[in-house]
């Protein structure tokens, strides 16, 4: 079955410190990536995809996150936080050419100032 | 571009009470999606549409819960009976086409918070 699995529930950083956030997938096929990104209160926001092409995909903000095929990973990071960075991330995946969007559980990332 | 709308932002009601959520997905979109939030259970896929057909609603949780997409510049989600176990916030989101193979970024509206007393 196809599937999206985040590896941490809840991150804890210090402003300036680097991220990763891992995210792994499950799928037969070309597959889509995504990570959104949900600050308090607010509904969820692109912060970048990939579709095909350069593995490393840049988007807002600084962040940027890595397809590596081998590994079924499409992890996050961005080498410096701000602590309006704090919000929840989902990485997520839909098949290439139509399908439904599968999201994971979701990372709670906290950054103190 | 407004962006997806959806109405009401927050409803409290009684359990036992038909509660009905709306959407406007973006103009020129053909696919709309409903998703339920939870602390639990996280996001979860309940429905999709393509060009106002139900795709997929494996997701939607039991026979109270029903969608429907009359054109294509609005959806509703409805819930009847309500309970206390639906208190959620609903997305609705919306891309294109995603059966053509274009593009299939989804675009999410602010969400619904329902809570069922």
């Known amino acids: 079955a196809q599937s999206v699995s985040q590896h941490n529930h809840h991150v804890i950083l210090s402003e300036a410190a680097s991220l990763e956030l891992g995210c792994n997938y499950s799928y037969g096929g070309t597959v889509n990536l995504f990570w959104y990104v949900q600050y308090p209160g607010q509904h969820l926001q692109l912060l970048l995809k990939?579709?095909?092409?350069?593995?490393l995909v840049k988007g807002i903000k600084g962040f940027e996150a890595e397809f590596i095929k081998s590994k079924f990973s499409f992890n996050l990071r961005k080498p410096s936080v701000q602590w309006s960075d704090t919000a929840e991330y989902f990485c997520a995946a839909s098949r290439n050419q139509g399908g439904k969007l599968i999201f994971g559980q979701g990372t709670e990332l906290s950054v103190k100032p | 571009d407004a962006g997806v709308i959806q109405s009401p932002r927050h409803e409290v009601t009684e359990m036992g009470q038909e509660v009905t959520l709306r959407c406007k997905p973006i103009s020129g979109h053909n696919s709309l999606f409903w998703y339920r939030q939870t602390m639990m259970r996280g996001l979860e896929l309940l429905i999709y549409f393509n060009n106002n057909v139900p795709i997929d609603d494996s997701g939607m949780p039991e026979d109270r819960f029903s969608a429907k997409m009359p054109n294509a510049s609005f959806s509703t989600l409805k819930i009847q009976p309500s309970e206390p176990r639906d208190s959620a916030v609903y997305f609705c989101?919306?891309?294109?086409?995603?059966?053509?193979?274009?593009?299939?970024?989804?675009?999410f509206g602010p969400g619904t918070r329902l809570t069922v007393l």
């Open positions: 990939y579709f095909s092409g350069d593995p």
């Open positions: 989101a919306s891309s294109t086409d995603l059966l053509a193979g274009v593009n299939n970024e989804q675009f």
